[in-house]
Structures are given as C-alpha cells and as structure tokens.
C-alpha cells in the first residue's frame, strides 16, 4: 500500500514521540513491502514563532493532500501562562479539527497486565478493562461563540449542537460497540444542561437501530467517579467535547500513564492520529518522554487502512517493550537509561525480527536496542 502521511511534530516533546512512531512505520513499510512517504509542516507554538500563525496555510494544505496525518503535541509555557496572548497554539489545533473535519475523537484505554501494579488504582478494580472513548470533536462549548464584557469582568462561552453532529458520532460508537462488548454509555450532564438532553433524546433514537447493543447513561460527575471505582463497566462511552477531554485524561490513570494513551481523530474524508498526553516542556529534549502512546498511535492509523496485521505486529512490540521493561521513567523501575528514542529503537527492531524473543540489554545500554 501507498500512503502520504503529513508528519506534524509540534512542541515540547512532540518531535521526539513522533520520531519514534515515523521508526516504526518505516519498518513496517519495510517489512510488508508498503510504500509510506512522510512529509513535516509546522503547528503549534513552532509555527506562532516562524510565521504567528499557529496553523500555516501550508501545514493545512498538506493535511488536505496526505492521506492521513500523525501529529505530536502543542503548547508552550509562554502562552500557557500568558492568558492574553491572542495568538495561541491550541487555536492551531482547534481551526485544524475544524477545517478538516474531525468530528469524532476514539480513545482506546487498556489496563496492561504487566502494568496493572503501576497504577495508582488497586490491581483488582483495573485488570481487564478495555474501553474505547468517542468524543465529539468540532462541537459544543470550545467551539461555540465566546463572549468577554468592555469592562473583562464577565465572560462567557457558549456551548451549542445540533442533531446531525450527535447522530455521525452515535453511528460510529454503536458500530464500535458491535464489534466489542455490545454496550454504550452515553456520559452526559441532562439533569442540568439542554444540550444534554438533546444527546439523550438524539442518542436513543440512534440506538433503536442497534438492537444488538444496550445503551445506558450516566451523568458526568458520576461517571468520573465510576470511572475510578470500577472501569470495568465500561465498554464503549460516548460523549461530547469537553466531557470527553476530561473523562479520557482522567482515564489514563488506569494504565499508569498518560504516555501509553493513543487516539484517532477521523472525519468524513480525512484522519489524524496523536498521543493524547501534552507537549511535557518541563521533559524536552531529555529523553524521558514516554513515546509508546505516539507509536500506539501508528497502530492505529494502519488500521485505519486496513492493515490489521501490520498494526497488531506494533502492538505486540509495545507489550513486549513493557514485559521486558523497556520504557521511559514514568513507568520504568527497572533501568533508568532508557530513553524515548531507545524504546523506539526496541520496537523497530521487534518489528524486523518478531520471532526473537529475548533482549540484549548490555545492546541497549550501548544505545543499540538489538533483539538476539
């Protein structure tokens, strides 16, 4: 297979996760004979700095001519403390969601069994969940028309949807759920907000066509709360913009790290992978950034194209990675010289030789990641 992948490494720790992901595409092209051609452009914080302008014309254009785009992280402590910055990298991300499309956000959460004692949860309430997150992408209050007084004293942000925006994204959760645990929760606040209620009423309608799969609610405060206490429960959730932020990042807690956490951001037409963790300034150019949520992300994008077996290969690498301890410090107790680039280094190499099963540490001390 052929495909044009738009690379957008953005700030922070961007680049550095994103490389690892790129390693591990290539050697998938490499071993099953695909075609992957990658071109980078500028967003974020990066792009403000060369052209002020958090999303170039040029960055865009590329996107809508790529066949899918892997994207890193955006933000900068200098606008993330500055709140009258006007120019902001996050408006990058935001216009770029829009101007392509990208309604429907899919957050897999998995709880790794060689990771369940890294969690602050207890192991027992963790082990054996598997959820996949579906958020709503270009609607509801971070899109909606925002107000501040003459006098900046009152401030609001209005947050509005329409039918057609919660039907496209129920479609996609209950075929999920199809293929999955046969279940959706609907996260929603309709005790309180109107916008809420139009979900409820939009999303049962959706689901008298998918009588093989049950649907409930939970309000969004309760649903923090189960999401800790027991995150078993959940198969598919589907919910709007910001609930969706806050429940996936609090979701991350269950694996150990934020790190591992990839996504999916598809459309009609168009589709962009990401990490869904920050840009991390604090950890740049260290190498201590946890790049498997980015490489995990790769393994998404080949399924977006079919290419299940290639994305399962990257898969299992990862869990080899983590079985043998070979990541970063966030979840490393063992090593404490793995570096980002050395987990990509393992994973690559993994994927051109998947049948070794041991690993050459005193290699990968050296800084050669080599399976024998």
Sequence with gaps: MKLNIAVLPGDGIGPEVTNQA?????????????????????VGAVAIDKQNNPLPDETLDLCKTSDAILFGSIGHPKYDNDPSAKVRPEQGLLKLRKELGLFANIRPVKAYETLLDKSPLKKNIIQGTDISIYRELTGGIYFGEKSLSEDGNVASDLCEYSREEIERIAHLAFKSAQSRKHKVTLVDKANVLESSRLWRRVVTEVAKQYKDVTLDFLFVDNAAMQMILNPKQFDVILTENMFGDIISDEASVIGGSIGLLASASVGDKYAMFEPIH????????????????????????????????????????????????ISTPDINTKYDNITTSKVG????????????TNMNFTNIHLGQSTII
């Design 22 to 42: 790129v390693k591990a595409l290539k050697a998938i092209a490499s071993e099953f004979d695909h075609n992957f051609k990658f071109v980078y452009a500028d």
């Design 278 to 325: 920050g840009s991390y300034p604090q950890a740049t150019g260290k190498g201590i950034a946890n790049p498997i949520a980015s490489i995990l992300s790769a393994a998404m994008l080949l399924v977006h194209f079919g290419l299940h077996t290639e994305a399962e290969l990257i898969k299992i690498g990862v869990e080899k990675s983590l079985k043998l301890n």
């Design 345 to 356: 280094d393992f994973i690559e190499d993994f994927i051109n030789n998947p049948k070794d």
